[in-house]
């Protein structure tokens, strides 16, 4: 009887990595935190190699003024064998973060320091390129919309995007802001959505969390980026 259980959790497992061969992979995102004055924030993402199974993690870590990376502040971790049945990446990630236990360390980043949630987009399967969300706890409106650009098709394919951010204060007040690099063009990118905006401590930034869909010869692979906004 065991062996017969083993057997057939072999065999879905099976079935869900050829189905993932067909349709790229996905990315597990893991928000890790802010530094206590909200100017350094650090992420992570997980998963398994559609092609290979191969374990994978990527960490990083924020600088939220500039929206870019910290000097050292994007580490990787693939691991040189495929997954074995019932792995979902999540060691590989452990085994990142403790190599960037230092990283964390040199920016005061507290993984119980999570800022406060605003927005959590629906997946229901509907692209949104405008979203609107509350800071209750400031009385404050926000509408986000997202303007992305694409050029090209196949290995060829570029595109780019900004948020356009339009802020309406507790007394009325409107104060419009642009978070991103519109003149980055990636590869192969083919979508981007807001997938969540958290506020940073003492309310003086936005993060924008972005899942990105890469076309592949496997389907889409989704990963995970952010666009920081001081306010």
């Known amino acids: ?7 057939v959790l072999s065999l879905i497992w099976l079935v869900l990595a050829l189905g993932n061969l067909s349709a790229g992979d996905t990315a597990t995102f893991v928000d890790l935190g802010f530094s206590p004055d909200g100017s350094v924030y650090m992420f992570g993402q997980y998963g398994i ?11 990083f870590a924020v600088d939220v003024p500039r929206n870019n990376f ?6 990787s971790y693939l691991h040189d064998s495929a ?6 990446g999540s060691g590989a990630f452990l085994r990142l973060l403790g190599r960037g236990a230092g ?9 119980l320091t999570r800022g406060r949630l605003l927005y959590v987009g629906v997946l229901d399967g509907v692209e949104r390129e405008t979203i609107s969300f509350r800071d209750f706890e400031k009385g404050a409106a926000y509408q986000a919309t997202l303007v992305s650009r694409t050029e090209g098709s196949g290995e060829s394919l570029r595109s780019s995007f900004h948020i356009e951010v339009e802020r309406t204060g507790p007394n009325g007040a409107r104060r419009a802001y642009s978070a991103g690099t519109p003149s980055v063009r ?3 990118i083919i979508s981007y959505q807001i997938r969540r905006v958290v506020a940073a401590p003492g ?8 899942e990105t869909r890469t076309q592949t010869g ?5 990963r995970y980026m952010v666009e920081a906004l001081r306010l």
Do not use: C
């Not at 009887?1 to 057997?7: C, E, G, H, L, N």
């Not at 910290?70 to 580490?75: A, I, V």
């Not at 990283?103 to 993984?111: D, I, S």
């Not at 496997?218 to 989704?222: A, N, T, V």
């Open 1 to 7: 009887m065991v062996k017969k259980k083993s057997a």
């Open 49 to 59: 190699l559609g092609g290979n199974l191969k374990p994978w993690a990527e960490l």
């Open 70 to 75: 910290t000097e050292g502040g994007r580490l």
């Open 83 to 88: 997954a074995t049945s019932g792995q979902d």
């Open 103 to 111: 990283l964390a360390e040199r920016h005061r980043v507290n993984y």
């Open 186 to 188: 990636r590869s192969r």
């Open 203 to 210: 309310d003086n930034g936005l993060i924008f969390v972005i």
């Open 218 to 222: 496997s389907g889409q692979d989704i």
